[in-house]
C-alpha cells in the first residue's frame, strides 16, 4: 500500500471549534465546512462538529450529501443557486441560500416553491466579488420581501476582504459600510470569517463564520495556528524508501536543480505532486524525519521527493517523514512552496489514505 497518510484528529477539530466559541461567545456559529471539509472529508468533519449551529457549503452537491447522510443541520449555501432546478431542490431540503445577484431574485419571484426558502442577502461591503452594492441592496431587500417564496426571517451577509492583516484599516471600512446598509432592519447578520473572530471582534453579530481556524490553521499573514489556541486537525505523512549516499557535486533530482556541497545521504520519500504534495516546493522547505527537522533537496516529482538527512544521520529506510501537521506547521510548508495552507489542505488526492484519530 502506499505509505502516504493523512490523518485527522476529530478532538482537534472540536478543540478549535470550541476555541471559535470563546472567541465569539454572543455568537452563533456557522461553520464553513466546504471543499471537502478543507480536505478532511465533509461526512467526517459535519459529524465531528455536531455541535455547531449551522453549516455552510459553497454548493448544492454538498449540501445534498449532508442531507442525504440524514444530517438534519442548517445548511447555508454561500454562492447560493444558480438555476431553478437548485432553487427547488434546496426547497425540498430546506436549503438555506445567499442570494447575492438580480438573477436569483427574479427565479424566487417567478417560481412556485414546495416550502419558503431562508435565504441570507448578501451586500458586496469592499470585497468585490458577489453581493449586491450598498446601493442597491435596499431595493434587492423589499423585492425579497415581496416574494411568497422567501421565508420571513432573512438575513444579511458580507464578506472581509483583508481580515487577515490586523494592521489593515479596510476591515474597519467595510464594517462600516455594512453597517450603513439598511440600518433599521431588524434581521440576523454574519460578517465575521475566522480572522474576523480572532482578530477583529468589532465584527462579531449574531453569526460568525469559522472556517480555516476550525482545521488549526492560522488566518492571519505570516500567522500559526498555536498561536491563536489552535490545534492542527490534519498530519500528513509518509515513510523513507530509500537512503542513498552521495558525493560532492553530485546532482540530485530532475534538471540537477540541487547539487551535493558534500558527500552525504539523501533519503526518498514516498510522497509527491500525484499524492498532492506542492511540486514546487523549494529545496529547503522544511519535513520531520523522526520527529527531526530535515529539510527537501531537488525537484518535486510525482510519486517521491528527495531529503537532505545531515540532520537525521541515524535515519534508515522505513522511518516516518512527516509532511506538514502536528510538529510542523502547515503555514510553514505553504510559505516555502509560494501558496496557503489551504490549498495544501484541500489538495491531497485519492492516493493518499486517510485515517481518524
Wanted: proline share 5%.
Amino acid at each position: 500500500m502506499r505509505a502516504a497518510k493523512a490523518t485527522i484528529d476529530l478532538q482537534a477539530l472540536r478543540h478549535n471549534l470550541s476555541r471559535a466559541r470563546e472567541a465569539a461567545p454572543s455568537s452563533r456559529l456557522m461553520t464553513v465546512i466546504k471543499a471537502n471539509g478543507y480536505g478532511h472529508g465533509l461526512l467526517r468533519v459535519a459529524r465531528a462538529l455536531a455541535d455547531a449551529d449551522a453549516y455552510a457549503v459553497a454548493c448544492l452537491e454538498e449540501a445534498m450529501e449532508l442531507r442525504e447522510a440524514g444530517i438534519a443541520t442548517p445548511i447555508i449555501l454561500l454562492e447560493g443557486f444558480v438555476d431553478v432546478s437548485e432553487l427547488l431542490l434546496a426547497s425540498r431540503h430546506e436549503i438555506e441560500a445567499v442570494v447575492h445577484h438580480p438573477v436569483q431574485i427574479e427565479m424566487l419571484e417567478r417560481t412556485p416553491l414546495p416550502r419558503p426558502v431562508r435565504v441570507w442577502l448578501k451586500v458586496d461591503s469592499g470585497m468585490h466579488r458577489l453581493g449586491f452594492a450598498p446601493a442597491a441592496a435596499t431595493a434587492a431587500w423589499r423585492r425579497l420581501m415581496g416574494c411568497a417564496g422567501v421565508a420571513a426571517r432573512i438575513g444579511l451577509v458580507t464578506h472581509l476582504a483583508n481580515a487577515d492583516d490586523r494592521r489593515d484599516p479596510y476591515t474597519l471600512t467595510q464594517l462600516e459600510t455594512f453597517r450603513s446598509v439598511l440600518p433599521e432592519v431588524d434581521a440576523e447578520r454574519s460578517i465575521a470569517n475566522s480572522a474576523g473572530i480572532l482578530g477583529w471582534p468589532q465584527t462579531h453579530s449574531e453569526w460568525v463564520r469559522p472556517g480555516i481556524m476550525l482545521y488549526g490553521v492560522s488566518p492571519f499573514v505570516d500567522g500559526r495556528g498555536e498561536q491563536e489556541g489552535l490545534i492542527p486537525v490534519m498530519t500528513c505523512d509518509t515513510r523513507l524508501i530509500a537512503v542513498n549516499h552521495y558525493r560532492k557535486g553530485d546532482a540530485v533530482g530532475y534538471g540537477g536543480s540541487w547539487i551535493c556541497p558534500e558527500d552525504m545521504r539523501v533519503g526518498v520519500a514516498a510522497i509527491g505532486y500525484g499524492d498532492g504534495y506542492p511540486r514546487h516546493a523549494a529545496s529547503g522547505t522544511p519535513v520531520l524525519v523522526n520527529g527531526r527537522r530535515a529539510s527537501l533537496v531537488g525537484r518535486v516529482s510525482m510519486d517521491m521527493i528527495t531529503i537532505d538527512l545531515r540532520s537525521v544521520p541515524e535515519a534508515q529506510v522505513g522511518d516516518p517523514v512527516v509532511l506538514w501537521g502536528k510538529g510542523l506547521p502547515v503555514e510553514e510548508v505553504a510559505q516555502h512552496s509560494s501558496t496557503i495552507a489551504y490549498e495544501l489542505l484541500c489538495g491531497l488526492t485519492q492516493r493518499v489514505k486517510f485515517v481518524e484519530a
